[in-house]
């Protein structure tokens, strides 16, 4: 029995050795492929005192890239907060302060403090302490800042253990710490103690007491709240906390401690000015967010870690800006009240603009908003806001791809009535609410009529005309909600898009149909003229050189008849262009081009309120920055017609009473009208009541007109159709009635 017992034991033991064995080799397959124990800290580790500057190119031909680098004036980048501080440079007493406080046993460990890491995995499971407890190192909270990775998860946590392991077999202590304190955010838009010196306390590093370098360490456990600008009274309480941690580790005397305890500490009297100093313009700031993530992806650290490179790195951004426009386009949007209306309460819109070079995809100007820009970081309506652009979608997702198809010419008629019931209500209603019966495509897009791009939608297909926003125009659409008729054929996408990104999406009819990467710059080199990060240019032919003439010519005459008449601009220079109006007036988009730039404006409420205005206002906006942009040229470019598009006569109904229907139009070779028109029937008709003439019509009150011999099915509602008084059999009809 007791032989049988010892066997089971040995089982059960050899057993739970073996299981204990495979989950270690499990465990060590795992972190060996699934975690990235190693972290690049070349970017990181300049140690650079400099400035980043950024360079646009005095262009003689930007397509060919044949122009002179020139440094932008006045936008260098944190000129006032870029000195890289030296760890010999800083007082024992700051250094001190963040290890009392954050890691006191830091000389010890040996990048991971196990106990404290032991406590915070059971805080983890058991949730003993609310606070959060914490069981990073000054090391790994280095690490969290250079890779931006902040998840609360076991994976994360295994994978910034080991980065500490390595970083520490790497680097001495002195120079953890040196990275660390100079890229820890200090809030204020401050990274690193040499900036926060300067901007809380108006002193060098150097020079700081042992109480403005308890003060700073302060600031770390929440930037935001433990401010000493903004609170005061919240950063001496903790403040006091670090003292007394000093204190305990014996890091300061008790007449140290004391005289800290005690001191007021004396905010920089210029703070106000050095918060407002180094004010960004829209194109910057756009700068920064894109260098910076495209270093992040190209290098794997954060974009917090990115920033602090640009901010601090000595780096040389070679920006595709025209400083020019940029100039034209922030003065008009500084001054936006001589340009546009308030709306009836007084309110002005908020606004964004982006204007591209049509042939590269060159961002040379970006505005944010409307008024003049006095803060970093702050929203801007030309990237960062998605809204819906209504009819201004309609040239990309259905005019477009129903040229590209040979679904419609110039000419194609459609008949404007109603596509089916909803809610009860003939839709879709147009905008004025009226139906025009039979038109023609161009019409139909110089008047932005709903009902006939809801129709080429079916006729193209839902699935077809999301692919072609998506995968042709790189717009981004959501693939359960947007796969629908309001979404596509009117422009109401459910998240909406960005202004940048619908001006692009114009650049290929404005180009001859080809496709770019939208970009501030071309790249980026240290400050020893070495390239670590370079723009490539992605040109793709999305839809034909046809296509691209024949939809150009169709949304100049927006300009010039339509939705968008009035401008200036069209007096000096050929200019296409889309209108965009959405559901309750919340959005209003003018997307237009000349034969130089491309220009998307946006204007609404970051709540979405309905706007009354009598002319769009990013029409208003559009026309004064075009206008300035074009002001030095003599002799303008016209749009050019494709060697295989051709001009033709059509009839616009396929005149009757309204008078003559005929018009010229844009056609590809082949496909231009060549029989006469077949739907218009001379009749003659009784001039005192407009109806067929009888035998006993005198000869005076007899006309022989053309009216439209077209069947049209009768509707199941009551809705009113312009033409229907041309149809003959709607005259019939109405004789019948009598």
């Known amino acids: 029995m007791k032989k049988l017992k010892k066997r089971l034991w040995i089982k059960i033991i050899l057993s739970l050795f073996s299981i204990f064995l495979l989950a270690s080799v499990v465990t060590g397959i795992y ?212 003292l007394g941690e000093m204190l305990k580790y014996g890091m300061i005397t008790d007449e140290e401690y004391k005289e800290a305890y005690n001191e007021e500490l004396s905010i920089n009297p210029d703070i106000e000015k050095e918060r407002s100093s180094g004010i960004y313009s829209w194109y910057t700031e756009a700068l920064i967010e894109e260098v910076s993530e495209d270093m992040s992806n190209e290098y794997g650290i954060s974009k917090k870690a990115a920033k602090m490179m640009i901010m601090k790195g000595g780096l040389n951004i070679y920006s595709v800006i025209d400083p020019e426009i ?43 908003d409307i008024g003049k820009k006095n803060a970093n970081l702050i929203f801007n309506h030309a990237t960062d806001a998605k809204r819906p652009p209504g009819s201004a979608l309609k040239p990309l997702s259905v005019y477009a791809p129903a040229l590209e198809n040979g679904i419609i010419t110039y000419s194609t008629v459609i008949d404007d009535t109603p596509f089916s019931i909803m809610d009860a209500k003939p839709w879709p209603r147009n905008s004025p609410n009226v139906y025009r019966g039979l038109i023609s495509s161009a019409y139909a897009v110089v008047h932005s009529v709903n009902t006939v791009s809801v129709k080429l939608l079916d006729r193209i297909g839902v699935e077809n005309s999301y692919k072609f926003l998506t995968d042709k125009f790189g717009l981004s659409l959501n693939a359960k909600s947007d796969k629908s008729a309001s979404p596509l054929a009117l422009g109401q996408l459910t998240y909406g898009e960005s202004v940048l990104n619908m001006t692009n999406a114009y650049c290929p009819i404005a180009n001859g149909g080809y496709m770019n990467t939208p970009k501030t710059y071309l790249y980026v080199t240290d400050n020893y003229g070495n390239v670590i990060l370079s723009k490539e240019t992605k040109r793709e032919q999305v839809i034909s050189e046809s296509t691209s003439c024949i939809l150009t ?19 000096k220079v050929d200019v296409a262009g889309k209108t965009g109006t959405t559901s309750d007036s ?153």
């Open 586 to 738: 919340y959005d209003k988009w003018f997307i237009g081009y000349t034969p130089y730039y491309v220009c998307g404006v946006w204007c609404g409420f970051d709540t979405p309120t309905t706007m009354s205005y009598g002319k769009n206002p990013s029409c208003q906006l559009f026309d004064a920055v075009m206008s300035l942009a074009h002001k030095g040229i003599e002799i303008p470019k016209s749009f050019t017609i494709s060697d295989d598009v051709c001009q033709a006569e059509y009839c616009e109904d396929s005149g009757d009473p309204r008078g003559n229907r005929i018009s010229t139009g844009y056609f590809v070779k082949g496909t231009e009208p060549t029989e006469k028109c077949n739907i218009h029937k001379p009749v003659t008709i009784d001039l005192r009541d407009g109806f067929e003439a009888e035998a006993h019509t005198p000869s005076y009150a007899r006309r022989t007109v053309g009216l439209l011999d077209y069947s049209r099915p009768d509707f199941p509602y009551d809705v009113k159709i312009i033409d229907s008084d041309y149809l003959i059999e709607s005259r019939k009809r109405h004789l019948q009635g009598n």
């Open 326 to 368: 940029q100039k034209y386009a922030e003065s008009v949007f500084e001054n936006y009240s001589a340009y546009i209306l308030p709306g009836s309460d007084g309110k002005y819109p908020n606004a964004g603009c982006v204007i591209l070079d049509p042939e590269t995809s060159d961002i040379l100007a970006i505005v944010g």
């Open 553 to 571: 010519k169709m949304l100049q005459n927006v300009v010039l008849s339509g939705t968008a008449q009035g401008m200036d601009i069209a007096n």
């Open 31 to 242: 972190i060996d492929k699934k975690i990235d124990k190693e972290m690049d800290l070349g970017l990181i580790r300049t140690g650079a005192s400099s400035v980043t500057k950024i360079y646009y190119f005095d262009y003689e031909n930007r397509a060919r890239r044949a122009g002179e680098a020139k440094e932008l004036e006045d936008e260098e980048i944190f000129l006032q907060r870029s000195e890289w501080c030296s760890f010999y440079s800083m007082p024992d007493a700051l250094a001190n302060a963040f290890i009392a406080v954050e890691d006191h046993r830091f000389f010890e460990h040996d990048g991971v403090d196990w106990l404290r890491t032991a406590k915070a995995s059971l805080n983890y499971v058991f949730k003993f302490d609310e606070s959060g407890y914490g069981g990073s190192t000054i090391t790994q909270q280095l690490i969290k800042n250079l890779t931006g990775d902040n998840n609360v998860t076991p994976k994360r946590k295994v994978e910034e253990i080991f980065r500490a392991l390595n970083l520490e077999k790497k680097l001495g202590k002195t120079e953890i710490l040196e990275l660390y304190l100079n890229v820890v955010y200090l809030s204020e838009n401050c990274y690193g103690v040499g900036s926060a010196a300067q901007l809380y306390f108006g002193k060098d590093v150097s020079n700081l007491t042992i109480a403005e370098c308890a003060s700073i360490a302060s600031i770390v456990k929440n930037p935001y709240k433990y401010d000493p600008y903004r609170f005061p009274e919240n950063n001496l309480k903790r403040r006091r906390v670090v």
